[in-house]
Every structure is written in C-alpha cells, then in structure tokens.
C-alpha cells in the first residue's frame, strides 16, 4: 500500500490563484538574483575542484527547472504545450523552484557550529529530510514530491549510524510486506547522499527518495521531539 501524503510539500503549489503576468515576472527577477548571489557565493567559498563538478550539477537542475516549470500538468496551465519561458505560469514555477535550489546552495557553504547531522535536509528537486542523530543511529522522517504529476512518497523510521554512514530496514516492520526495504545514507563533502532499494511501498510511481541533500535548517527541541516519536513509530507527521 503507497503512504499518499495529503499535502504537495515543495510549496511549488502553494498559491491558490496564479499569480498575474506583472507579479509572476517580479517574483522570477527576485528568485533569479538570489540563486545568482548563491551560486557567486559558492563560487568564491568552494574549492576549484568542487565547484567544477557543481557547474554540471548546476546545468542539470536547470533544466530540471525549466522541464517542470514548462510543464502544463505541473503549473496547472491549459493546454498541452510547454510554456513559453515568459509566461506567468512558467515564470511563477521556476521561481518557487529557484528558492529551493537557493536555499539548497546556501545551505552547501553554510558553516554548521554544530557537526551532527541533526537538521532539516533538501536535495532541491522535491525532497526533504529531517534527521535528528542521537546515539549512534538517525531518526529520520523523509518526504517528496516528484516530476509534473506531484508523485509523493514519504517514509519515517530509523537508521543505523556508524561515522559518515547510515543503514536503514523495515525488515520485520509490517508482516504483510513481503520485500524488505532499504536505504543507505553517505555523509561526504557536506552532501548526505541517500539510495534506496524497494521504496515503492511509500511512494507513488514516479517519486523516489534517492538523492544529494543539504542541510538548510537546524531544528529546535520541539522539532526534534516530533521527529524521534515519527521515527519511533515509523509514522510520517501530518503537515
């Protein structure tokens, strides 16, 4: 059975009317200098080496933006053709997707005081992650959003920690599933990089929870508490 999340949780959706062609075209000039800001940061933090590769990472999203954006099932837009790159829809999309990679950017040059890895994690293409570390293991609660159609998915449990790597299973968990799931969490470079294997019980078809994540927020004692009970009881919260 897929665990179907009530709310779409990128925030791409949220507004409930478009926004006009003045205001949607404001928001994308707003979104597009602070992502440029952040990716002049990044360039002057990292080392040469490491912004290389994040030049190729950096191609790939945008055209990531710019497929999801164009796309009419995703911005709601009538008709079957991609949007124009002017358009309101467009340009209302792309800068919702703009302040995910922003935040995601600052997040990668961000020098975290404190050095578990508790915290609110995007990898900036519709996933997030919330971890709170605590003796030797990751309680965690991870949830997406995925490609045009807003495939969700969203899994809470808890994984084994050993230094920079983490292992996860449900083995045992719900006697009426029969193939265990996994997934694999590799701290390195600041990027947690997640990979499972047999995750569709908890999402639709076209989400996954593979992925490079950042940390972008710390999270209180409250936030903590939610999380390690979520993760106890292998419930994903309600938004």
Same mark, same amino acid.
């Given at each position: 059975?897929?665990?179907?999340?009530?709310?779409?949780?990128?925030?791409?959706?949220?507004? =409930?009317?478009?926004?006009?062609? *003045?205001?949607?075209?404001?928001?994308?000039?707003?979104? =597009?200098?602070?992502?440029? !800001?952040?990716?002049?940061?990044?360039?002057?933090?990292?080392? @040469?080496?490491?912004?290389?590769?994040? *030049?190729?990472?950096?191609?790939?999203? &945008?055209?990531?933006?710019?497929?999801?954006?164009?796309?009419?099932?995703?911005?709601?837009? +009538?008709?079957? /053709? +991609?949007?124009?790159?002017?358009?309101?829809?467009?340009? !209302?999309? %792309? %800068?919702?997707?703009?302040?995910?990679?922003? @935040? $995601?950017? *600052?997040?990668?040059?961000?020098? $975290?005081?404190?050095?578990?890895?508790?915290?609110?994690?995007? +990898?900036?293409?519709?996933?997030?992650? @919330?971890?709170? !570390?605590?003796?030797?293991?990751?309680?965690?609660?991870?949830?997406? &959003?995925? #490609?045009?159609?807003?495939?969700?998915?969203?899994?809470?449990?808890?994984? &084994? $920690?050993?230094?920079?790597?983490? $292992?996860?299973?449900? *083995? #045992?968990? /719900?006697?009426?599933?029969? +193939?265990?799931?996994?997934?694999?969490?590799?701290?390195?470079?600041?990027?947690? !990089?997640?990979?499972?294997?047999?995750?569709?019980?908890?999402?639709?078809?076209?989400?996954?929870?593979?992925?490079?994540?950042?940390?972008?927020?710390?999270?209180?004692?409250?936030?903590?508490?939610?999380?390690?009970?979520?993760?106890?009881?292998? @419930?994903?919260?309600?938004?």
């Amino acid at each position: 059975m897929l665990l179907l999340l009530a709310a779409c949780l990128s925030g791409v959706h949220a507004q =409930d009317k478009p926004l006009d062609a *003045k205001a949607a075209k404001a928001a994308f000039v707003k979104a =597009d200098h602070a992502l440029n !800001e952040a990716w002049a940061a990044a360039k002057q933090a990292l080392p @040469e080496g490491e912004f290389t590769k994040l *030049k190729d990472e950096q191609r790939a999203w &945008v055209e990531y933006r710019d497929a999801l954006a164009r796309s009419p099932m995703y911005t709601g837009a +009538d008709g079957q /053709d +991609d949007l124009a790159l002017d358009a309101p829809g467009y340009l !209302e999309a %792309a %800068a919702s997707l703009e302040d995910m990679r922003t @935040e $995601w950017l *600052k997040g990668l040059i961000h020098d $975290w005081k404190d050095e578990t890895m508790t915290g609110y994690w995007t +990898d900036s293409y519709g996933g997030n992650i @919330e971890v709170v !570390e605590r003796e030797g293991h990751l309680h965690f609660v991870i949830q997406c &959003v995925r #490609g045009p159609t807003s495939h969700v998915g969203g899994l809470a449990g808890i994984a &084994v $920690w050993n230094s920079n790597i983490g $292992w996860f299973s449900d *083995k #045992g968990r /719900d006697k009426d599933k029969t +193939d265990e799931t996994n997934l694999s969490f590799n701290f390195r470079d600041k990027k947690l !990089e997640i990979t499972g294997a047999n995750t569709g019980y908890y999402h639709g078809a076209r989400a996954y929870f593979d992925g490079s994540y950042v940390k972008v927020k710390a999270l209180d004692a409250k936030a903590q508490a939610k999380i390690a009970k979520a993760a106890k009881s292998g @419930e994903v919260p309600e938004e």
